[in-house]
């Protein structure tokens, strides 16, 4: 039996293990990690998409405990909140669920890539 095996696969580019959840709004209008109840309201910004989403980043907000990325609301592309280096992206969330969320475009992989 070999010691230690170690199977883990880390690929030092990749955001393996990140997920996107659904970020949880508490009465006083906080916004909580879905995992561990944490306030992650300080971590707005942009923070690491999952390999398979079709951004690098998505913005909104971050749980540095579970390596959730908890995305803020996007209802379509061009939603007049956003300024002009923000667009939207439909992702896939954990549970298989989809919906817009915002992205940074420099972020967005480009669709026309061979
Ligand atoms: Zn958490």
Same mark, same amino acid.
């Given at each position: 039996?070999?010691?230690?095996?170690?199977?883990?696969?880390?690929? /030092?580019?990749?955001?393996?293990? =990140?997920?996107?959840?659904?970020?949880? !709004?508490?009465?006083?209008?906080? &916004? !909580? *990690? @879905? #995992? *561990? +109840?944490? &306030?992650? $309201?300080?971590?707005?910004?942009?923070?690491?998409?999952? +390999? #398979?989403? @079709?951004?690098? =980043?998505?913005?909104?907000?971050? *749980?540095? &405990? *579970?390596?959730? %990325? /908890?995305? $803020?609301?996007? /209802? =379509?592309?061009?939603?007049? %909140?956003?300024?002009?280096?923000?667009?939207?992206?439909?992702? %896939?969330? =954990?549970?298989?669920?989809?919906? /817009?969320? @915002?992205? @940074?475009? %420099?972020?967005?992989? $480009?669709? +026309?890539?061979?």
């Amino acid at each position: 039996m070999p010691e230690g095996s170690t199977e883990r696969q880390t690929a /030092l580019t990749s955001h393996a293990g =990140r997920e996107i959840a659904e970020p949880v !709004r508490d009465d006083e209008r906080n &916004v !909580r *990690c @879905p #995992d *561990c +109840d944490k &306030v992650v $309201s300080a971590s707005k910004g942009s923070h690491p998409a999952p +390999d #398979d989403a @079709p951004t690098d =980043r998505i913005w909104g907000w971050q *749980c540095g &405990v *579970c390596e959730n %990325t /908890l995305p $803020s609301n996007a /209802l =379509r592309e061009n939603a007049p %909140t956003f300024n002009d280096r923000i667009t939207a992206v439909e992702v %896939t969330f =954990r549970d298989g669920s989809q919906r /817009l969320v @915002p992205a @940074p475009k %420099t972020h967005v992989y $480009s669709g +026309d890539q061979a």
